[in-house]
Each structure stands twice: as structure tokens, then as C-alpha cells.
């Protein structure tokens, strides 16, 4: 569900395809006020005229303020496979990763199937604002789009994962404001294009870059902006302090209607589930009630006898196993955004290096340094934890998306496999809406609401769904 490749008032693609789009340019706007100087001036005739004539046949040479812009919307074909993919994953997790929980996503510290899938969404994003903003002819406007995108995305989230939808076992509709979920995957996602899409208009340099160094600074701002946004998660992650808090549960037995628990903590730099600052900021600023009620953390062996499955809590469960907790919060979702600026870098080799071996060579060097970096943090102390979204997570993970890119780019774009991948390279087109109808339980909530005579007659249940 990644934002598609569709680029923003970019001039001629620079591509090994760019000669050929100028070659099709169907009309040149010419400057009215240079004909008419060349009329009046009988002594700069012959200059003028040479200048009009580089203007018409060369465009990029001309004042890039005056020309008109070219959008080029190749796609990138192995990119559009890697969403599909993803999609497929993502899929295949939701349907299949309650019954295997080794696919399933950790219960806490530690790195299964599943929990790749958000990163890897992450990362394409990057990549495709790498192509999507490689010539922006007017920042004010291509700025425009970018916060009106997001903001599509953030609403559509709120939509999906706000609460509307209350899930298959009823058929009630509709959100309550004070207890609506105000964060999700979507959220998570506009939040991490719009500060990477910015980056990408704002704070990159001019000049062409090819050699790997120029690449480095043409974009050190933007690198700078990563490694600010590291600091500023890893600071808070074990700098502050996590005091002891307090929820509210349903309890029938209770006079009030609900239950008070406690948890103590008082401790700084704690990455368990209880007394970590991300779900202190989240509980924080957003508000308790407005967190995610079914955490990963219930499937942990102190909240559940399955685990790492769901089930009963033990008789000696922790007061916080049944507290709300935000996968996609505030803190966690800094380094979300890290992972797409580092695919951004991907997406700049993209447009800068045209040899397919420069391109896989400076797409695995990093993949490995990553790769390397975030286990030796992880045997460290510091956990790979998806929840938490750790920074030995984000490295760990967006190494794997480097792998697989220049995977999917070989057998792709190389060796041609377009057949054997053209159904993920469909679905990776039309990524979105095949996350809302199928991660997002749109199809069987269709479904579930037609029945006979009573709600609980209806096509799922017969076939044991949503029972």
C-alpha cells in the first residue's frame, strides 16, 4: 500500500529511456519575449537566434525556470514486485500466523517472518519518493501534494483502524470518539512519507551526482536528518524517566464498572513491556484510551499459558498483561521514518547510477553494514524489538529490504523474469486497495453482514469464520 511511483512536475527522466522521451516531445513552449527581442535587436540577430535554436532543440540546457516540465511515468517493474510481495506476505501473516505462531510476530524481543513486512513497506515508500521527486520544478507545490497525500493516508487509517469497523463476531458499526485508536499502519506510513518527502524537496543539493561521495553530498542533509531523528529515539528510548502508572479495565464485579491496576516501574532505560518510554510517551500525549487494546505483549510467557500464542493469563500474570498498548505510536514511528529515508538512498542510487552492477554493488554494501550493525546492537543489549521499534530493528530490517531489492531487481530487471512475477507486479499497482479489502477485513465484513433471519446465520460462520 505504499505511495505508487507517479512523479511530481519532474523534468526529462535522466534514465537509459530520456533520449527517447525528448525525441517524442510532441511541443516546445517557446518564450514569446525572445522572439520579439530578436525582431527589435537587428544587431544581436545572429545571437539571439542561436540561443532560440539551442532553447528548441536542447530544453534541458535552457533555463530550467522557463521550460516546460516533462513527466516520465516509467515504472519501475521490480519495485511494483517487491510491493506485490509484500502484500502477500502481509496477507499470508493475517490468514496464517495464528495457526503457526513461528511466522506470527514476536511477542516482544526478537525478529519472526511477520515482522518484516511493516519495514519493508516502509522502505519501498522511500524508494519510490527517491523517483518521485527527482526534479521538482516548483518545491510550494510538489510540498502541496506531498502534505495532501499524507493527509488521504491518515484519514483513510483513522477510517480503517480508528474503530469503526468492530471486527466479524458482530455486526455493529460506527466509532466512539473518546476510545478511537488514533494510530495504524496507515498513520504510520503518511507520517513517514511526508517527512521523507519533504526531505527529498527541501534538503537536497543541485548538482548531478555519480560518484558514490558526490551521492553522499548531494544528500548530507538528508542524512543529517536521519541521524538526528536516531539520536532523539535513542536518547529518549533510555534517557527518561518511566514512572509508575495506571489503567482502567472492565470489571462487572466492581460497584464502578471498572477496575484500577497498577504497574511499578520508576526506572530509566527499560525496553520490557511494562516501563519502556515509547508506550510512556504514547500514553502520554495521546491518551490510554485511545492505545491498541490486544498488544503482542498478551502472548508473552508472564500473560499467556499458549504462548506464544494468545490465551488465559496464569494465575501469577503481571498487572500490565491486559494493558492498551501502540505498535505504531509516537516514539516508535521516528524510527519508522529512518527506514524511509534509508530507502530513499536507495531510490537516489536509482536515479544516479544507470549500470545495473553499480547499482546492485551500491545497494548490497549498505544491506550488509546494516545487516552487521543491528546484530551486533542486538547481542549488545540492544534488542531487535519490532513493538518498540528498536534502532538495531530498523537496521536488521532495512539491510533485509536492501537484499531483497537487489534480489527482485536481478531476476526482474536483468534476467527478465516478467512473467513468473506478473501477478505481484499487479498487486503491487493496486497495493492499497488490496490492503484495505483484505488486511483490513473489508471482503468478510462485506460478507458477514448479509445472514437469515439472525446475525449469527450467516456465510462465514457456516464455514467457520468469525465464529
Known sequence: MAVEYEPIKGYADDSEDSVHAQENLLSIDIDSSNVEKIQDDDDDNDEKLNRLALQISGPNTANKADECPLIHRRRL???DVFRGLTIVLMILVDDVGGLLPAINHSPWDGLTFADYIMPFFLFIVGV?????????????????KA???ALKLLILGLFLQGGFFHGLKNLTYGVDIEQMRLMGILQRIAIAYLVAALCEIWLKGDDHATPQLALLRKYQFQWLAAS?????????SYGLYVPNWQYQIPDSISSSGAK???????????TGPACNVVGMIDRTILGIQHLYRKPVFERTKQCSINSPDYGPFPSDAPTWCQAPFEPEGLLSSVMAIVTCLVGLHYGHILVHFKDHRDRIRLWLIPSSAFLVMGLALDIFGMRINKALYSFSY????????????????????????????WVLEWMGKHALILYILAACNIIPIIIHGFYWKQPQN?????????R
Not at 131 to 140: A, D, E, M, W
Not at 228 to 236: A, G, N, R
Not at 260 to 270: A, E, F, H, Q
Not at 460 to 465: F, Q
Open 128 to 144: 519510490s519518493i527517491g523517483l518521485t521527486y527527482k526534479r521538482v520544478s516548483c518545491r510550494v507545490t510538489a510540498t502541496r
Open 260 to 270: 484500577i491496576l497498577s504497574v511499578k516501574c520508576g526506572v530509566r532505560g527499560d
Open 394 to 421: 530498523m537496521c536488521v530490517t532495512a539491510g533485509a529490504a536492501g537484499f531483497l531489492l537487489a534480489g527482485i531487481y536481478l531476476l526482474v530487471e536483468i534476467y527478465g523474469y516478467r512473467r513468473a512475477t
Open 147 to 149: 502534505i495532501l497525500r
Open 77 to 79: 517493474v521490480s519495485l
Open 458 to 466: 450467516n456465510i462465514l460462520s457456516l464455514i467457520g469464520i468469525g
Open 228 to 236: 538526528v531523528l536516531t539520536v532523539i529515539y535513542i536518547s529518549l
